[in-house]
């Protein structure tokens, strides 16, 4: 059957993927509408997906050389991108300079987390799980993110600068030499 070949694009676990990525999508086109609340939810499926992915395509031996890259063009999707603009769109920006200072570093985020995943590209063998991520993966920089606008928007932290600040922290972590355990 086409859903368990690994040869076909369409696979079980490719399309696992692709849900993902729709997520990644449309929770991009509601931070624009201002509506965090269904991004979030959106992001969350999508972390769901690419958990399942993984395992799909690890059970049914479906792992290939384009399913890793897919799955890391989902993650710079899913993981990077939307939760960079939630939280910079999430963020009051009342002068220039905070507004230019936020987007640079949401950019250095951005760099940061396509850099981490075109390494871990290069490093990685179809079907390979390595004990211990190198770094904090896309997804734990994500929920980190969210963790970022949620103490924001509670006003636990209410200054833009200091999240931005710690985005940045954020941003070098996922480079980083730390050793994060695989699930």
Same mark, same amino acid.
């Given at each position: ?19 993902? &990525? ?17 991004? &979030? ?30 799955? #890391? ?9 939307? /939760? #960079? ?9 009342? #002068? ?14 951005? &760099? ?12 990685? *063998?179809?079907? *390979?799980? *390595? ?5 904090? /993966?896309? /997804? ?32 070098? #972590? ?5 050793? &994060?355990?695989? /699930?």
């Amino acid at each position: 059957m086409w859903l368990f070949d690994k040869n076909n694009r369409f696979n079980l676990a490719n399309l696992i993927t692709f849900g993902n &990525i729709a997520c990644g999508v449309i929770a991009l086109y509601f931070i624009f509408k201002g509506d965090f609340f269904t991004a &979030i939810v959106l992001a969350w499926i999508a972390g769901a997906l690419d958990i399942a992915d993984g395992k799909v395509a690890r059970k049914f031996n479906l792992s290939t050389e384009f399913g890793v890259q897919l799955d #890391s063009f989902a993650d710079f999707l899913s993981f990077v991108i939307m /939760p #960079s603009f939630l939280l910079f769109y999430a963020l009051k920006k009342d #002068s220039t300079f905070e507004l230019v200072f936020i987007g640079i570093i949401f950019i250095f985020y951005i &760099i940061s987390g396509l850099r981490r995943l075109v390494e871990f590209n290069l490093k990685v *063998e179809a079907g *390979e799980v *390595e004990k211990y991520f190198t770094g904090v /993966p896309t /997804p734990l920089g994500a929920i980190i993110l969210w963790i970022l606008y949620l103490l924001y928007t509670y006003k636990i932290i209410p200054n833009e600068i200091v999240i931005a600040i710690l985005t940045a922290v954020v941003a070098w #972590s996922l480079n980083s030499k730390i050793k &994060i355990p695989h /699930p």
